[in-house]
Protein backbone atom coordinates (compact mmCIF):
# COMPACT_ATOMS: atom_id res chain seq x y z
CA UNK A 1 0.00 0.00 0.00
CA UNK A 2 2.62 1.86 1.01
CA UNK A 3 5.18 1.87 -2.36
CA UNK A 4 1.33 1.99 -4.55
CA UNK A 5 0.30 5.27 -2.73
CA UNK A 6 3.68 7.06 -2.90
CA UNK A 7 4.57 5.91 -6.34
CA UNK A 8 0.78 7.44 -7.75
CA UNK A 9 1.91 10.58 -5.96
CA UNK A 10 5.34 11.09 -7.58
CA UNK A 11 3.62 9.61 -10.68
CA UNK A 12 0.70 12.24 -10.57
CA UNK A 13 3.24 15.31 -9.54
CA UNK A 14 5.13 14.20 -12.52
CA UNK A 15 2.69 14.07 -15.26
CA UNK A 16 -0.05 16.72 -14.56
CA UNK A 17 1.25 20.18 -15.11
CA UNK A 18 -1.44 21.36 -13.02
CA UNK A 19 0.59 19.73 -9.96
CA UNK A 20 3.73 20.99 -10.69
CA UNK A 21 3.44 23.88 -8.37
CA UNK A 22 6.63 24.66 -5.65
CA UNK A 23 3.97 23.63 -2.75
CA UNK A 24 3.84 20.31 -3.97
CA UNK A 25 7.79 20.10 -5.01
CA UNK A 26 7.40 18.86 -0.72
CA UNK A 27 5.27 17.01 -0.92
CA UNK A 28 6.54 14.87 -3.70
CA UNK A 29 9.88 14.89 -1.61
CA UNK A 30 7.70 13.64 1.64
CA UNK A 31 6.22 10.96 -1.26
CA UNK A 32 10.15 9.87 -2.06
CA UNK A 33 10.98 9.69 1.72
CA UNK A 34 7.97 7.59 2.09
CA UNK A 35 8.61 5.41 -0.44
CA UNK A 36 12.17 4.75 0.83
CA UNK A 37 10.30 4.00 3.96
CA UNK A 38 8.41 1.03 2.32
CA UNK A 39 10.94 -0.16 -0.01
CA UNK A 40 14.40 0.08 2.11
CA UNK A 41 13.09 -0.01 6.15
CA UNK A 42 9.88 -1.87 5.59
CA UNK A 43 10.94 -4.71 3.79
CA UNK A 44 13.62 -6.05 5.95
CA UNK A 45 12.15 -5.08 8.45
CA UNK A 46 9.73 -7.84 7.82
CA UNK A 47 11.99 -10.36 7.27
CA UNK A 48 13.54 -9.70 9.98
CA UNK A 49 10.71 -10.27 12.59
CA UNK A 50 8.91 -12.74 10.91
CA UNK A 51 12.32 -14.62 10.39
CA UNK A 52 13.12 -13.74 14.28
CA UNK A 53 17.44 -13.12 13.21
CA UNK A 54 18.74 -10.94 10.30
CA UNK A 55 20.12 -13.29 7.38
CA UNK A 56 21.56 -10.40 6.00
CA UNK A 57 25.56 -9.80 7.32
CA UNK A 58 26.32 -7.02 10.18
CA UNK A 59 26.99 -4.43 7.95
CA UNK A 60 23.54 -4.30 5.67
CA UNK A 61 22.25 -4.46 9.00
CA UNK A 62 24.09 -0.87 10.21
CA UNK A 63 22.93 0.26 6.46
CA UNK A 64 19.55 -0.26 7.47
CA UNK A 65 19.06 1.21 10.77
CA UNK A 66 21.07 4.11 9.18
CA UNK A 67 18.36 4.35 6.32
CA UNK A 68 15.46 4.14 9.11
CA UNK A 69 16.63 6.83 10.67
CA UNK A 70 17.37 8.96 7.60
CA UNK A 71 14.16 8.15 5.95
CA UNK A 72 11.69 8.89 9.13
CA UNK A 73 14.36 12.25 10.11
CA UNK A 74 13.49 13.12 6.33
CA UNK A 75 9.85 12.43 6.80
CA UNK A 76 9.20 15.18 9.51
CA UNK A 77 11.63 17.60 7.92
CA UNK A 78 9.96 17.63 4.68
CA UNK A 79 6.76 18.10 6.93
CA UNK A 80 7.95 21.06 8.24
CA UNK A 81 9.36 22.48 5.40
CA UNK A 82 5.79 22.12 3.98
CA UNK A 83 4.13 24.11 7.46
CA UNK A 84 6.26 26.64 6.84
CA UNK A 85 6.00 27.31 3.13
CA UNK A 86 1.93 27.11 3.87
CA UNK A 87 2.39 29.42 6.40
CA UNK A 88 4.17 32.29 3.95
CA UNK A 89 2.12 31.26 1.24
CA UNK A 90 -1.20 32.08 2.79
CA UNK A 91 0.31 34.88 5.63
CA UNK A 92 2.02 37.08 2.89
CA UNK A 93 0.51 36.10 -0.49
CA UNK A 94 1.95 39.16 -2.24
CA UNK A 95 5.20 38.45 -1.27
CA UNK A 96 5.67 34.22 -1.44
CA UNK A 97 6.62 34.49 -5.54
CA UNK A 98 10.30 36.79 -4.23
CA UNK A 99 10.30 34.98 -1.25
CA UNK A 100 9.81 31.01 -2.46
CA UNK A 101 11.23 30.18 -5.76
CA UNK A 102 11.53 27.14 -7.33
CA UNK A 103 15.25 27.38 -6.60
CA UNK A 104 14.84 28.24 -2.77
CA UNK A 105 12.78 25.30 -2.97
CA UNK A 106 14.80 22.96 -4.57
CA UNK A 107 17.58 23.90 -2.04
CA UNK A 108 15.25 23.69 1.23
CA UNK A 109 14.67 20.44 -0.09
CA UNK A 110 18.26 19.54 -0.40
CA UNK A 111 18.89 20.93 2.77
CA UNK A 112 16.60 18.65 4.34
CA UNK A 113 17.81 15.38 2.98
CA UNK A 114 21.49 16.40 3.69
CA UNK A 115 20.84 17.24 7.70
CA UNK A 116 18.65 13.54 7.74
CA UNK A 117 22.07 12.14 5.82
CA UNK A 118 24.00 13.72 8.46
CA UNK A 119 21.95 12.57 11.53
CA UNK A 120 21.71 8.70 10.47
CA UNK A 121 24.79 7.70 7.95
CA UNK A 122 27.74 10.11 9.59
CA UNK A 123 27.18 8.63 13.11
CA UNK A 124 25.96 5.11 12.36
CA UNK A 125 29.06 4.48 9.70
CA UNK A 126 31.39 5.29 12.87
CA UNK A 127 29.80 3.52 15.32
CA UNK A 128 28.32 5.78 17.43
CA UNK A 129 25.11 4.80 17.64
CA UNK A 130 26.29 1.09 19.15
CA UNK A 131 25.26 0.38 22.85
CA UNK A 132 27.62 -0.86 25.23
CA UNK A 133 25.69 -4.19 25.01
CA UNK A 134 26.15 -6.79 21.73
CA UNK A 135 23.38 -7.46 19.64
CA UNK A 136 21.37 -10.56 20.71
CA UNK A 137 21.65 -13.93 19.21
CA UNK A 138 18.73 -16.40 18.99
CA UNK A 139 19.42 -19.91 18.35
CA UNK A 140 23.15 -19.26 16.90
CA UNK A 141 21.62 -16.67 14.46
CA UNK A 142 22.35 -12.93 14.64
CA UNK A 143 19.67 -10.26 14.97
CA UNK A 144 19.50 -6.96 14.41
CA UNK A 145 17.50 -4.77 16.53
CA UNK A 146 16.79 -1.00 16.53
CA UNK A 147 19.08 -0.32 19.70
CA UNK A 148 21.00 2.92 20.13
CA UNK A 149 23.14 4.55 22.40
CA UNK A 150 21.72 7.03 25.54
CA UNK A 151 23.50 9.78 23.97
CA UNK A 152 22.07 9.15 20.50
CA UNK A 153 19.30 8.50 21.12
CA UNK A 154 18.18 11.61 22.99
CA UNK A 155 20.41 13.74 19.80
CA UNK A 156 19.06 11.97 17.07
CA UNK A 157 15.68 11.94 18.41
CA UNK A 158 15.72 15.33 19.38
CA UNK A 159 16.54 16.33 15.92
CA UNK A 160 14.94 14.14 14.21
CA UNK A 161 11.63 14.66 15.66
CA UNK A 162 11.11 16.52 19.18
CA UNK A 163 12.78 20.22 17.48
CA UNK A 164 11.12 20.23 14.14
CA UNK A 165 7.62 18.80 16.03
CA UNK A 166 7.97 22.25 18.21
CA UNK A 167 8.45 24.37 14.96
CA UNK A 168 5.47 22.69 13.27
CA UNK A 169 3.21 23.21 16.36
CA UNK A 170 4.19 26.54 16.64
CA UNK A 171 3.57 27.10 12.67
CA UNK A 172 0.25 25.52 13.04
CA UNK A 173 -0.74 27.38 16.35
CA UNK A 174 0.03 30.91 14.33
CA UNK A 175 -2.21 29.72 11.32
CA UNK A 176 -5.13 29.29 13.30
CA UNK A 177 -4.83 32.33 14.80
CA UNK A 178 -4.41 33.88 11.74
CA UNK A 179 -7.43 31.74 10.17
CA UNK A 180 -9.84 32.82 12.81
CA UNK A 181 -8.73 36.39 12.34
CA UNK A 182 -9.06 35.94 8.39
CA UNK A 183 -13.05 34.57 9.28
CA UNK A 184 -13.61 37.84 11.08
CA UNK A 185 -12.72 39.87 8.74
CA UNK A 186 -14.75 38.72 5.63
CA UNK A 187 -18.04 38.46 8.33
CA UNK A 188 -17.41 41.72 8.86
CA UNK A 189 -17.00 42.68 4.98
CA UNK A 190 -19.84 40.42 3.95
CA UNK A 191 -22.37 40.74 6.05
CA UNK A 192 -22.62 44.96 5.24
CA UNK A 193 -22.44 43.77 1.72
CA UNK A 194 -24.98 41.62 1.81
CA UNK A 195 -27.38 43.81 3.33
CA UNK A 196 -26.93 46.27 1.40
CA UNK A 197 -27.79 43.84 -1.71
CA UNK A 198 -31.01 43.07 -0.25
CA UNK A 199 -31.80 46.45 -0.02
CA UNK A 200 -30.68 47.30 -3.22
CA UNK A 201 -33.22 44.47 -4.51
CA UNK A 202 -35.68 45.86 -2.27
CA UNK A 203 -35.54 49.44 -3.68
CA UNK A 204 -35.26 48.58 -6.83
CA UNK A 205 -32.28 50.05 -7.48
CA UNK A 206 -28.63 49.07 -9.31
CA UNK A 207 -26.74 45.59 -9.40
CA UNK A 208 -25.17 44.56 -5.63
CA UNK A 209 -21.79 44.46 -5.31
CA UNK A 210 -19.67 41.40 -6.28
CA UNK A 211 -18.36 39.59 -3.58
CA UNK A 212 -15.52 38.29 -4.66
CA UNK A 213 -13.58 41.94 -5.28
CA UNK A 214 -12.94 41.56 -1.65
CA UNK A 215 -9.32 40.25 -1.97
CA UNK A 216 -9.10 38.56 1.29
CA UNK A 217 -12.38 35.96 0.29
CA UNK A 218 -10.77 35.15 -3.08
CA UNK A 219 -10.86 30.89 -4.03
CA UNK A 220 -7.12 31.30 -3.92
CA UNK A 221 -7.08 32.02 -0.28
CA UNK A 222 -10.15 29.31 -0.05
CA UNK A 223 -7.73 26.65 -1.49
CA UNK A 224 -4.73 27.92 0.65
CA UNK A 225 -6.85 27.47 3.61
CA UNK A 226 -7.39 23.91 2.65
CA UNK A 227 -3.80 23.46 1.50
CA UNK A 228 -3.18 24.18 5.52
CA UNK A 229 -5.79 21.43 7.04
CA UNK A 230 -4.51 18.86 4.68
CA UNK A 231 -1.14 19.60 5.74
CA UNK A 232 -2.59 19.78 9.30
CA UNK A 233 -3.87 16.38 8.95
CA UNK A 234 -1.56 15.34 7.50
CA UNK A 235 1.28 15.92 10.41
CA UNK A 236 -1.46 15.16 12.92
CA UNK A 237 -1.31 11.62 11.51
CA UNK A 238 2.29 11.39 11.71
CA UNK A 239 2.37 12.55 15.54
CA UNK A 240 -0.32 9.82 16.05
CA UNK A 241 2.23 7.17 14.57
CA UNK A 242 5.32 8.22 15.60
CA UNK A 243 5.43 10.21 18.88
CA UNK A 244 5.38 6.53 21.01
CA UNK A 245 7.90 5.50 19.14
CA UNK A 246 10.48 8.24 19.89
CA UNK A 247 9.28 8.22 23.59
CA UNK A 248 9.76 4.36 24.24
CA UNK A 249 13.50 4.63 21.96
CA UNK A 250 14.43 6.97 24.73
CA UNK A 251 13.33 4.95 27.56
CA UNK A 252 14.68 2.20 26.00
CA UNK A 253 17.74 3.63 25.54
CA UNK A 254 18.04 4.24 29.74
CA UNK A 255 15.93 0.78 30.40
CA UNK A 256 16.01 -1.80 27.67
CA UNK A 257 14.42 -4.05 30.20
CA UNK A 258 11.65 -1.59 30.79
CA UNK A 259 9.88 -1.89 27.50
CA UNK A 260 8.42 -5.58 26.13
CA UNK A 261 10.25 -6.20 22.36
CA UNK A 262 6.41 -7.11 21.31
CA UNK A 263 5.66 -3.84 21.88
CA UNK A 264 8.78 -1.92 20.70
CA UNK A 265 7.94 -4.04 17.11
CA UNK A 266 4.34 -2.86 17.55
CA UNK A 267 4.85 0.47 17.89
CA UNK A 268 7.80 0.57 15.23
CA UNK A 269 5.28 -0.70 12.62
CA UNK A 270 2.56 2.00 13.62
CA UNK A 271 5.66 4.53 12.83
CA UNK A 272 5.93 2.44 9.65
CA UNK A 273 2.64 2.97 8.75
CA UNK A 274 2.26 6.49 8.71
CA UNK A 275 4.28 5.82 5.04
CA UNK A 276 0.95 4.38 4.10
CA UNK A 277 -1.35 7.03 5.17
CA UNK A 278 -0.18 10.22 3.36
CA UNK A 279 -1.50 9.37 -0.19
CA UNK A 280 -4.63 8.19 0.85
CA UNK A 281 -5.04 12.11 3.03
CA UNK A 282 -4.23 13.32 -0.13
CA UNK A 283 -7.30 11.44 -2.10
CA UNK A 284 -9.29 12.53 0.60
CA UNK A 285 -8.47 15.81 1.38
CA UNK A 286 -7.18 17.87 -2.25
CA UNK A 287 -9.45 17.40 -5.11
CA UNK A 288 -6.82 18.00 -7.43
CA UNK A 289 -4.43 15.08 -6.21
CA UNK A 290 -8.27 13.22 -6.26
CA UNK A 291 -8.16 13.52 -9.81
CA UNK A 292 -5.18 13.16 -10.97
CA UNK A 293 -5.44 10.12 -8.99
CA UNK A 294 -8.55 9.02 -10.97
CA UNK A 295 -7.44 9.61 -14.28
CA UNK A 296 -3.81 8.21 -13.65
CA UNK A 297 -6.07 5.16 -12.27
CA UNK A 298 -9.17 5.32 -15.15
CA UNK A 299 -6.38 5.56 -18.20
CA UNK A 300 -7.09 3.41 -21.19
CA UNK A 301 -4.51 3.86 -24.27
CA UNK A 302 -5.75 7.30 -24.41
CA UNK A 303 -2.87 9.29 -22.82
CA UNK A 304 -2.95 11.43 -19.81
CA UNK A 305 -5.34 14.33 -19.12
CA UNK A 306 -3.93 17.65 -17.40
CA UNK A 307 -6.31 19.08 -14.65
CA UNK A 308 -5.88 22.54 -16.82
CA UNK A 309 -8.81 20.47 -18.44
CA UNK A 310 -10.80 20.40 -15.29
CA UNK A 311 -12.93 23.53 -16.61
CA UNK A 312 -14.09 22.02 -19.77
CA UNK A 313 -15.27 19.37 -18.04
CA UNK A 314 -17.33 20.83 -15.46
CA UNK A 315 -18.77 22.82 -18.52
CA UNK A 316 -19.54 19.98 -20.02
CA UNK A 317 -21.32 18.43 -16.57
CA UNK A 318 -23.42 21.83 -15.98
CA UNK A 319 -24.48 21.98 -19.59
CA UNK A 320 -28.04 21.44 -20.31
CA UNK A 321 -29.43 17.84 -21.77
CA UNK A 322 -30.67 18.55 -25.39
CA UNK A 323 -34.44 18.23 -24.34
CA UNK A 324 -34.05 21.08 -22.01
CA UNK A 325 -31.95 23.27 -24.59
CA UNK A 326 -33.34 25.41 -27.21
CA UNK A 327 -32.09 25.43 -30.86
CA UNK A 328 -29.51 28.62 -30.72
CA UNK A 329 -30.12 28.53 -34.50
CA UNK A 330 -33.47 29.37 -33.84
CA UNK A 331 -32.96 32.22 -31.26
CA UNK A 332 -30.73 33.63 -33.57
CA UNK A 333 -33.20 33.65 -36.50
CA UNK A 334 -36.09 35.02 -34.35
CA UNK A 335 -33.48 37.74 -33.05
CA UNK A 336 -32.80 38.61 -36.70
CA UNK A 337 -36.40 38.43 -37.41
CA UNK A 338 -37.21 40.86 -34.69
CA UNK A 339 -34.58 43.13 -35.65
CA UNK A 340 -35.68 43.07 -39.41
CA UNK A 341 -38.77 43.77 -38.28
CA UNK A 342 -38.43 47.62 -36.79
CA UNK A 343 -35.37 48.40 -38.78
CA UNK A 344 -36.11 50.23 -41.63
CA UNK A 345 -34.50 49.16 -45.01
CA UNK A 346 -31.02 50.52 -46.15
CA UNK A 347 -31.46 53.69 -48.60
CA UNK A 348 -34.86 54.18 -47.48
CA UNK A 349 -36.12 57.35 -44.61
CA UNK A 350 -35.22 57.11 -41.19
CA UNK A 351 -38.36 57.52 -39.62
CA UNK A 352 -41.81 55.58 -38.52
CA UNK A 353 -45.58 56.53 -38.83
CA UNK A 354 -46.53 58.01 -35.77
CA UNK A 355 -50.56 58.96 -36.82
CA UNK A 356 -52.28 57.42 -39.66
CA UNK A 357 -55.31 59.23 -41.37
CA UNK A 358 -57.37 56.94 -44.06
CA UNK A 359 -54.20 54.90 -44.64
CA UNK A 360 -51.83 57.68 -45.00
CA UNK A 361 -48.90 59.44 -42.35
CA UNK A 362 -50.01 62.92 -40.82
CA UNK A 363 -46.70 62.30 -38.58
CA UNK A 364 -43.32 61.14 -38.80
CA UNK A 365 -41.32 59.92 -35.90
CA UNK A 366 -37.60 60.06 -35.76
CA UNK A 367 -35.92 56.89 -35.99
CA UNK A 368 -33.58 56.59 -33.17
CA UNK A 369 -30.92 53.83 -32.11
CA UNK A 370 -32.80 53.87 -28.67
CA UNK A 371 -36.02 53.05 -29.76
CA UNK A 372 -34.63 50.22 -31.99
CA UNK A 373 -32.82 48.65 -29.28
CA UNK A 374 -36.20 49.13 -27.10
CA UNK A 375 -38.35 47.29 -29.37
CA UNK A 376 -36.00 44.50 -29.98
CA UNK A 377 -35.47 44.18 -26.12
CA UNK A 378 -39.29 44.17 -26.14
CA UNK A 379 -40.03 41.72 -28.61
CA UNK A 380 -37.30 39.44 -27.15
CA UNK A 381 -39.02 39.62 -23.59
CA UNK A 382 -42.44 38.90 -25.66
CA UNK A 383 -41.17 35.46 -27.16
CA UNK A 384 -39.28 34.43 -24.16
CA UNK A 385 -42.52 34.75 -22.18
CA UNK A 386 -43.75 32.10 -25.02
CA UNK A 387 -41.58 29.66 -23.65
CA UNK A 388 -41.77 26.97 -20.58
CA UNK A 389 -39.37 27.90 -17.44
CA UNK A 390 -37.02 24.86 -18.04
CA UNK A 391 -36.42 26.69 -21.70
CA UNK A 392 -35.70 29.81 -20.13
CA UNK A 393 -33.83 28.49 -17.32
CA UNK A 394 -31.95 27.00 -20.22
CA UNK A 395 -31.47 29.89 -22.13
Known amino acids: MSIAGNVLVCVAIYTD ?84 TRRIAMASIGCVWVMAGLISFLPISLGLHRPDEPQPVVDGKPTCAVEFAPTYAVVSSCISFYVPCVVMLGIYCRLYCYAQKHVKNIRAVTRPLAAQAASNKVAGGGPAL ?25 MGVFLVCWVPFFVINIVAAYCKDCIPSSAFKVLTWLGYSNSAFNPVIYSIFNKEFRYAFRRILT ?75 SSIRQMRVNSAEKLDGEEVSAI
Open 17 to 100: RGLRSIGNLFLASLAIADLFVAALVMSFAAFNDLLGYWMFGPQLCDTWIAFDVMCSTASILNLCAISLDRYIHIKDPLRYGRWV
Open 210 to 234: PLHLHAHSSPYHVSDHKAAITVGVI
Open 299 to 373: ARCGGYESVSTRAGAYLDRKRPTPSKMVSSASIQSNNKASFAAVTPPRGSAVGLCANKHNGSCTHLRDYTPRSSL
